[in-house]
């Protein structure tokens, strides 16, 4: 997701006006109702779920099988609005500073740097987390991914969607050693000069790479409290940003530009112009290989050292017209069944607490194969290493193009 930090901060003082002004009747409602009550709300309206919508697999997911549940279920119709988060929050901002209370917006996909920008400048309805049955039910929320998004509180304003993971892949029928750590990387791509390269930064999956790179040279303790400073995390960080200049010299058109979003980069694996591809889907090369874009010596790796694991959550707008519809679709979202299904059709790692699940809901995931090319889901969470405090990202992303491109 990218970042949109200082589009927001131009609003903020408009927001506040905003938000010292009446608030909507729907929110209070809402808040004073028992579930039974929002259930009843709910019944017959219709819920908008603005996120990014370049992964078709997940959008016919979300269409064919979660909308016709919604319908079903809950007589709720679930209307899905493909925006880059950017433009989502960008379109929540002008609706607010308009006083709009019926807002076109109502569930998003958000996380990161995004939700602490929003959730700032109060964009967010909530706390609404602990109102939703499934949470109590199949949430493990002391967790820190249930707590934290980014190292920033989520206090209830998210609800968790799915584990992302990053995770590295490449054709064992093309390339047979991998790297397991950024020194052997070096030599990787020595190896294969002009045949490794990273989405350009702020790419979700590039920012993510390079972080990965520091973690792994300068280690990952000493920023989970650093200081929100330019200079402070330049100095942190400057072995990192050394190796990352002495690796553009062997990489694709040798770093002097680099793939525009992860999606490029995946297309120029797909078309051999590179040997190594990434993406924060760390079941993506089984279902790569059950669509037949990757070939079935397609195989994940990672490092040694570990790579980045974060959550991805569902927000609700707060001027939405709907609350009531978005908290019984994100409730319905994190049910076993629908966690389920996401990790059978989508592989998507599972949001629920394992100890909560029934034997029969247990049995539900456990039958569920993951396919081919990946990494068990008890190693793959053993090497799970924590983000970095949301307000240090878009620091990192900023030094990078100064430092790293073209040099």
């Known amino acids: 997701m990218k970042k949109i930090i200082s589009i927001l901060m131009s609003s903020i003082i408009m927001l506040s006006m905003v938000a010292c002004g009446k608030s909507n009747d729907t929110a209070t409602n809402v808040d004073n109702m028992k579930w039974e009550e929002v259930l009843e709300k709910a019944k017959g309206s219709t819920v908008t779920f603005y996120g990014w919508g370049g992964d078709e697999e997940l959008n016919a997911w979300l269409d064919d099988v979660f909308e016709p549940k919604m319908k079903e279920k809950y007589d709720i119709k679930m209307e899905r609005v493909p925006m880059d988060i950017d433009q989502v929050l960008s379109q929540l901002s002008g609706e607010i500073q308009a ?44 967790a820190d991914e249930n707590k934290y998004d980014f190292g ?35 030599e990787f791509a020595k190896a294969n000069k002009g045949k490794i390269t990273y989405p350009a930064l702020p790419d979700f999956t590039g920012s993510a790479f390079v972080r990965n790179v520091i973690y792994d040279i ?78 079935d010596s397609t195989k994940t790796f990672l490092f040694d050292k570990g790579t980045i694991g974060n959550t991805n959550y569902m927000a609700i707008a707060k001027n939405s017209g709907n609350k009531a519809g978005a908290m019984v679709a994100i409730n319905e979202m994190i049910s076993a069944g629908m966690q389920a299904s996401r990790l059978e059709k989508l592989k998507t790692i599972p949001v629920v607490d394992n100890h909560k699940l029934s034997k029969e809901e247990k049995a539900e995931f456990d039958k569920v194969d993951i396919g081919k090319g990946t990494i068990p889901q008890d190693e793959l969470l053993s090497k799970r290493l924590p983000e970095m405090p949301a307000g240090l990202v878009p620091i990192i992303e900023e030094i990078w193009l100064e430092e790293v491109v073209g040099k």
């Open 152 to 186: 920033f509180p989520t206090e209830g304003y998210e609800a968790p969607y799915g584990k992302a993971q990053l995770v590295f892949m490449h054709d064992s029928a093309v390339t047979k050693d991998v790297p397991s750590s950024t020194k052997e990387l070096l």
């Open 218 to 295: 300068c280690g990952y303790e000493q920023f989970q409290d650093m200081k929100e400073d330019k200079e402070t995390v330049k100095k942190a960080i400057e072995p990192a940003l050394d190796y990352l200049v002495e690796l553009n010299k062997y990489l694709w058109n040798e770093g002097k530009s680099f793939p525009a979003d992860s999606t490029q980069l995946d297309n120029m694996f797909k078309d051999n112009e590179v040997v190594m591809n990434m993406t924060y889907t760390a079941y993506a090369v089984a279902r790569g290989i059950e669509n037949g874009s990757y070939t």
């Open 99 to 142: 006083g709009e209370e019926d807002g076109s917006i109502d569930m998003i996909w958000i996380n990161g740097e995004n939700f602490k920008s929003a959730k700032e400048n109060n964009m967010l309805y909530g706390p609404f987390l602990e109102k939703l049955p499934n949470a109590e039910k199949y949430l493990d929320l002391n």
